[in-house]
């Protein structure tokens, strides 16, 4: 995709007032914050059966992985806990990309609480805020946006591609309507009283805004899932590998699922959706 057609799509306009939305209605990225980057790297890599990538591993704070349309940021926050104005309470879940850092502060000042002014860093700017029930994103503006990737082929059955983040939400109508209205996209009000709510997204994994952790009081979060072709294939590798289970695999409806820990204690799902 040209940068003028990326721009093209992120410069959308919404009917309401005519006014401008300048984030684009995708998860770019995901975070799961860790504290030791090395041993977080090689386990995701472990899991999806991937090489460590050494050169990321320089001392930074952050260790990526590149996946179709979702990447994943592993985050050990190291220079962010120097600083004494951090707070826990700002570690991001999601990035959402913004055609102009400037513009999309001031439209999210209007609209949520943004915890500091936008941080420049050569070629790309950065933000991040709370929505109005606590959950903190990121807002991101780049230069020069990456390619599209494609899909990598390993010996692991759990594919290196985000399915779906999870936004936890207490108020699902409440919740729905303010990401609804923050993207520009239309609301499903019918969908809306469900307990899981996807907002529609441009590509990459779907954004679903998740009302189960509240409902059944679980204090635990998840905050994505990886897609697999193979569940029970998945199952065996992940057992194979010793890595941890951190619920029983369960079978539903519209397909199966598993959910296992990281190092950290995060819990991540593996998801064959039929």
Not at 27 to 43: G, K, P, Y
Not at 46 to 75: C, K, S
Not at 252 to 271: K, L, S, T
Request: aromatic share 12%.
């Amino acid at each position: 995709m040209t940068d003028k057609r990326r721009r093209c799509r992120l410069d959308k306009t919404i009917e309401k007032g005519r006014q401008v939305v300048p984030l684009e209605n995708r998860a770019a990225s995901v975070f799961v914050h860790v504290t030791d980057l090395r041993r977080a790297a090689e386990w995701y890599s472990r899991l999806l059966g991937l090489p460590i990538m050494e050169e990321r591993l320089n001392g930074g704070p952050v260790y990526w992985f590149d996946f179709p349309g979702t990447h994943l940021i592993l985050d050990n926050n190291g220079g962010n806990r120097e600083s004494p104005e951090w707070r826990e309470s700002m570690l991001p879940r999601v990035m959402f990309p913004a055609s102009d850092i400037d513009e999309a502060y001031r439209y999210i000042q209007e609209k949520a609480e943004p915890f500091f002014e936008p941080e420049r860093h050569g070629s790309m700017a950065f933000f991040n805020f709370r929505d109005p029930e606590g959950s903190a994103h990121m807002v991101c503006w780049t230069e020069h946006p990456g390619p599209d990737w494609e899909d990598q082929k390993t010996e692991s059955p759990v594919l290196a591609r985000i399915g779906g983040v999870f936004v936890d939400v207490k108020d699902m109508a409440a919740a729905a309507r303010w990401y609804s209205g923050l993207l520009g996209v239309p609301l499903d009000e019918k969908a809306a009283a469900e307990s899981v709510y996807s907002v529609p997204v441009t590509r990459g994994a779907a954004l679903l805004l998740d009302q189960n952790r509240f409902l059944k009081q679980e204090t635990y979060t998840v905050p994505f899932y990886f897609e697999t072709k193979d569940w029970n294939a998945a199952l065996d590798y992940v057992r194979r590998q010793g890595l941890a289970l951190a619920v029983e695999p369960e079978i539903f409806e519209n397909g199966a699922m598993f959910v296992v820990q990281d190092p950290d204690g995060n819990r991540i799902m593996v998801a064959q959706m039929n």
